[in-house]
């Protein structure tokens, strides 16, 4: 089992090393861009999977969480502090060296909060929100769970496009650069576009290192007995109420940190980000993927993004995500990349699926 | 009037039912016994056609109906009062009977209807006073009388039942089991499932014995009641 | 000191009491049968005494700690287990993950140790693999330990139950109708299974139909007709009691 | 406070109110056949206001609207029998996802078929700016066709379910699937029947509501939120209470404008279904003990 684990983690190093030797020798490196907004993508779809497939509850208002990291931190590195220098908070925070001057496209001085902190308040605020979410949602069960996580989408998608401090439907724009480390930024500038696949790739990496670990784990065995059956799950002493939200949060906090990183990538972050349809795109790939598939979740993740990111479905694309929905649920509710499947046409020897919730 | 042979069903991969074969002549009652779990209830309801079978058959007068839908099984006679009594409880008593009788309204019989109507309640008079009362705030023996009764309303030439004394007290027991006895002396067929096997053994011409899937012992009633193997596993009594 | 004492449990559901007025003690080491028919508020007392259903009214106590109002997970951490008259065993997942579930109450790893997977953590698993592999052992089901627990045949998804409930190393062990969908022959080794288990120094709290096994293995025998307790006795003094006789056994007309 | 805004905050919020009632009736009709919550539910609506507004350029407007509510429910009819019909015992989990998909598929459909642009039929009587003083009160004209027809339609539903043999059996259906069959009852034909009535109650409310809402390909999702959110508040397939939830709805919304900006109504009519939800999954009219028998 951990020597798989191993293999597998290795398997998409190589790959994603090899991609972008690839593209480099066949002078394609402009796909990079789309496979690094993919990646990150797929940090969420991965962090849902974990809630859908491992602890079987459904979202349908990821996005949501999303724009929560993407909308902060561009907020706060965004919004001018300079008419309030004097006032003392201010200047606690300036004093801190929480604070940075840089100037906007138009060459006026700007005080924001520096990249760092807004990422880490970011996040601070979606642990916060989706504990205060998740703890009364995560009581609801079937179509109730589905409809409360909507209505918070919706909120946050309402919230996003009506408040002028978020930019209505422009959204927030001139996000600066995000430097992890001086000289490795996260920015969608041509020259560092190689970097930043690696970073985002690493973040990919990393996020499956720590999710493949989890669900081998003993915490993943009970989120997998509280799938089978939650009464039996209670009465073997597994919390389901504490690992159901303690699973939604840190899957929140992945979508927050995708969020925030492709924000300051793209420079940027619109409405669209937070919209019902982004989050039943999510939906739509962890269930193409084989809902508790992380591997599954990941490689259609990047996939179907990279696709749509390049253009390929053009007008179509809101629908072949709702028509994928359609045909995986009804023909093949397990997912296309669920391992059985191809262990069973290993084995040649059909058996009838049973349905799973 | 039934005859079933090697019929098997099952739940996924598990066999809840193994090569059951056994019989229904007209106008006897034939009771299945035998424990919680044994498969009982889902071989009435694989007769019925809510579950559908594996492999075997099914011949219901003389037709094959062998994983036909349920709806069409009712249509031809073959009736089940399923466990736990089931009516439509926000729906009047007088409403249950009515749907019980919708295969005569399909029909077009609509005297035949109101004369089975009759015939029910003079079966349970108490269905005649609580005509207009909701389903659901019956008691239970009430609710037990009232499925009964929607099933005869479609005028079937076999009757089945799951478990009609499912928690009830005592004394209404006596009184359903005296109802099952009045409708064969009525010249119905009755298939009657039981975990009651003393009440059951006594009212019934025949039985089965099901455990775990499978027929084990079978026979006429006084033969089953004198059986030790029985009358150990099922009768509560120790055999010295 | 009482090992478990249950006082005045009620709980109604609609207008229907299932439970009216139960009160029992239970003595450490022993084996006692819930008996009664259909309907009877067994299976419903099962849930009171588990946390499953909230009570209306009374209280429960173990080694004299109140465990009345606490969820089931929290009264399995205080060493009280339970199985399911209908199996639920969790589906997709083998035998041994089935019953290292049951080690969960005596492990520690959580979410952070487990992304990640700390050295110490490593002895963990292999501890909770040792000690399920262990119990299945004992009840002779280690050889399945790969198979998917839910395609096992019913009597052997039964013992995988009771495997289960077993690793969480419970003081006291509550079956709900552990015979139920069993033959005579199995019937049998489960009876002996449990007193197998009593002699390890659990006590065993039973909900169950078949007399034969109610009779030879408990010590003590509780009778609920109704929702209300009609006797609680020594299983001999039970057998004979006129009110028990009239209502479940049957008058004795051979 | 003037009173006269305040009344035309109230028959504002009674207009909406009653058109949330019906998409929950809608909602409700599904549910208690089915036990699914169709989340395309909204798309009828609009489908119906869409294809009346298209039809009107060739007939009358009544033929128009009756053609409208015809063809949606033959729509009704297909996405039931082609893509939940034959399903066996799906997980409401797989449920849902699939009528996401197909509320999706069916506004994209719409997109290519209408383009963008947002459409009305014209007032049914008068114009946008007629209004009839009830007691002060101006009211439009279209006001009290909506009033008018929604009860109309509340009537004629109550009765068919009450006092039919296919109302009858229908609630059987809902009551109890399986006796339901064993009565002899096609309870498969009374899926498909529930979702042809709920598109046809849905189509003739996007009809109605066309002239003061408009109605867009992408107005379906706005509608289906709210008309969940009534439903809720009800108690889940409690039609009745649906008409009461939703004018309580629509008048807190109408009423919401005063303390929060526009942009914002939406957040508040969700906020108060994520509160009900919390708070008291049955409905404000619904009981506890009934709930508690219900499996979710």
Request: glycine share 10%; with cysteine; hydrophobic share 50%.
């Amino acid at each position: 089992m951990k020597k798989t684990r191993h293999l597998q983690i290795l398997i998409l190093i190589v790959t994603v090393i090899s991609i972008q030797l690839l593209t480099q020798a066949t002078d394609t490196s402009y796909y990079l861009t789309q496979l690094t907004m993919s990646a990150y993508y797929s940090l969420v779809i991965i962090g849902l999977s974990l809630v859908m497939g491992y602890a079987g509850q459904i979202s349908i208002g990821h996005a949501g969480f999303f724009a929560i990291g993407g909308y902060m931190s561009a907020l706060l590195t965004t919004h001018n502090l300079l008419p309030y220098k004097d006032s003392t908070f201010v200047l606690i925070l300036s004093k801190a060296g929480l604070l940075v001057s840089r100037q906007d496209l138009y060459g006026t001085d700007l005080l924001t909060v520096h990249p760092w902190v807004s990422c880490i308040l970011a996040i601070v605020i979606t642990i916060v929100i989706a504990y205060v979410i998740g703890g009364p949602v995560l009581k609801l069960k079937g179509h109730y769970l589905a409809m409360a996580t909507l209505g918070f989408g919706i909120i946050i998608f309402r919230i996003v496009l009506g408040s002028s401090i978020f930019g209505e439907a422009d959204g927030l724009s001139d996000v600066p650069a995000f430097a992890l480390l001086p000289g490795i930024e996260v920015s969608g500038k041509m020259p560092v576009r190689v970097l930043n696949y690696y970073i985002a790739w690493t973040m990919v990496v990393t996020g499956m290192v720590l999710l493949s670990n989890l669900v081998n784990s003993r915490i993943g065995r009970a989120l997998r007995s509280i799938h089978g059956s939650e009464d039996a799950a209670n009465a073997m002493g597994v919390n389901i109420s504490k690992y159901k939200l303690h699973t939604f949060v840190l899957s929140a906090v992945f979508a927050a940190v995708a969020g925030v990183m492709l924000t300051h990538y793209n420079g940027g972050i619109g409405p669209s980000e937070a919209s019902v349809m982004k989050s039943v795109r999510y939906v739509a790939i962890v269930a193409i993927g084989g809902m508790a598939n992380l591997w599954g979740a990941l490689i259609m993740g990047v996939l179907l993004n990279f696709l749509s990111l390049r253009g390929y479905f053009g007008s179509m694309d809101d629908a072949i995500f709702g028509g994928i929905l359609i045909i995986i649920m009804l023909f093949a509710p397990n997912g296309l990349l669920r391992l059985e499947i191809l262990g069973r046409l290993k084995k040649a020897k059909p058996k009838t699926g049973t349905e799973q919730a | 009037m039934l005859k079933i042979k090697n019929l098997e069903t099952s739940y996924g991969k598990l066999k809840v039912l193994r090569r059951i074969s056994m019989h229904v002549s007209p106008g006897e009652i034939v009771t299945i016994i035998g424990a919680n779990g044994a498969g009982k209830t889902t071989l009435l309801n694989t007769i019925s056609g809510l579950v559908p079978a594996a492999s075997g058959e099914i011949q219901f007068s003389k037709e094959n109906i062998f994983n036909l839908s349920t709806e069409k099984i009712v249509f031809m006679g073959c009736s089940l009062v399923p466990e736990g009594r089931q009516v439509f409880a926000a729906m009047s008593v007088k409403e249950n009977l009515l749907l019980g009788g919708y295969v005569l309204h399909k029909r077009k019989q609509k005297k035949i209807l109101d004369q089975e109507m009759e015939k029910v309640f003079e079966l349970f008079p108490i269905l005649k006073e609580r005509e207009k009362q909701f389903a659901g705030t019956l008691s239970g023996g009430e609710q037990q009388m009232l499925a009964i009764g929607r099933s005869l309303m479609a005028k079937p030439k076999m009757i089945m039942m799951d478990e009609p004394s499912m928690g009830l007290a005592p004394l209404i027991v006596k009184d359903i089991f005296r109802v099952v006895r009045g409708l064969r002396d009525a010249g119905n067929t009755v298939l009657l499932v039981e975990q009651n096997a003393k009440a059951a053994l006594g009212i019934a011409d025949r039985g089965y014995v099901l455990e775990t899937g499978r027929i084990i012992v079978q026979g006429p009633s006084e033969d089953l009641l004198a059986n030790k193997d029985v009358q150990r596993a099922y009768l509560g009594r120790e055999v010295e | 000191m009482e090992f478990l004492k249950v006082n005045n449990l009620c709980r109604s559901f609609g207008g229907l009491k299932a439970v009216n007025d139960v009160s029992f003690t239970l003595k450490e080491n022993t084996i006692k049968a819930i008996i009664g028919p259909n309907g009877a508020g067994k299976t419903t007392l099962f849930n009171l005494i588990s946390g499953f259903t909230p009570l209306n009214q009374g209280e429960v106590f173990f080694n004299d700690n109140p465990i009345h109002g606490l969820q089931p997970y929290q009264i399995a951490a205080n060493g009280i287990s339970r199985t399911f008259q209908n199996l639920k065993l969790f589906p997709g997942m083998t035998v041994l993950e089935n019953v290292m579930i049951g080690r969960h109450t005596h492990s520690k790893s959580e979410f952070l140790s487990g992304m990640l997977n700390l050295p110490w953590t490593w002895a963990e698993e292999k501890k909770i693999k040792k000690d399920s592999l262990e119990i299945m052992d004992y009840l002779g089901i280690a050889d399945h330990a790969g198979t998917d627990a839910t395609s096992l045949a019913y009597g052997q998804q039964r013992i995988v139950e009771l495997a289960r409930a077993m690793a969480c190393e419970p003081k006291l062990l509550l079956l709900d109708e552990p015979a139920a969908g069993l033959n005579m022959r199995e019937t049998a080794d489960m009876a002996k299974l449990i007193t197998r288990i009593r002699d390890r120094g659990i006590t065993v709290l039973l909900v169950e139909h078949d007399m034969s096994l109610v009779m030879n293995i408990s010590d003590e025998i509780l009778v609920l007709c109704y929702g209300e307790k009609i006797a609680d006795d020594a299983p001999l003094a039970v057998q004979q009691n006129d009110e028990v006789i009239r209502v479940y056994l049957g008058e004795d007309d051979a | 406070m003037n009173i006269e805004l305040f009344s035309q905050y109230l028959v504002a919020g009674l207009t909406y109110g009653i058109i949330y009632s019906i998409v929950a009736i809608g909602f409700n009709i599904i549910y208690n056949t089915t036990g699914i919550i169709n989340f395309a539910q909204g798309e009828f609506v609009m489908i119906g206001g869409m294809t009346a507004v298209t039809l009107y350029n060739f007939m009358p407007m009544p033929l128009a609207i009756a053609a409208a509510v015809i063809i949606t429910m033959i729509i009704g009819a297909l996405i039931e029998i082609v893509f939940i019909r034959w399903l066996v015992s799906p997980s409401v989990l797989r449920m849902i996802i699939i009528t996401i998909g197909i509320s999706i598929i069916t506004r994209e459909i719409a997109l290519h078929v209408w383009d963008e642009k947002v459409r009305a039929l014209p007032y049914f009587t008068g114009t946008a700016v007629t209004s009839i003083s009830i007691g002060g009160v101006h009211i439009s004209p279209q006001v009290i066709w909506v009033v008018g027809i929604c009860t109309l339609v509340v009537l004629v539903l109550n009765f068919f379910f009450s006092y039919t043999l296919l109302g009858k059996q229908m609630r059987a259906c809902s009551s109890n699937r399986n006796a339901a069959r064993l009565c002899g009852i096609s309870a498969k034909n009374m899926v498909t029947l529930s979702f042809v009535l709920s598109a046809g109650i849905g189509a003739l409310a996007g009809c109605i509501v066309s002239p003061i809402t408009y109605v867009q390909y992408d107005s379906g999702t706005g509608l289906a939120i709210k008309g969940f959110t009534v439903a809720v508040l009800g108690g889940l397939g409690n039609s009745m209470a649906a008409v009461a939830a939703g004018i309580i709805l629509g008048v807190l919304e109408s009423f919401s404008i005063w303390i929060m900006p526009t942009a914002f109504k939406d957040a508040i009519s969700i906020s108060i279904l994520l509160l009900i939800l919390f708070v008291r999954p049955g409905g404000i009219f619904g009981n506890k003990e009934a709930l508690s028998l219900k499996e979710f």
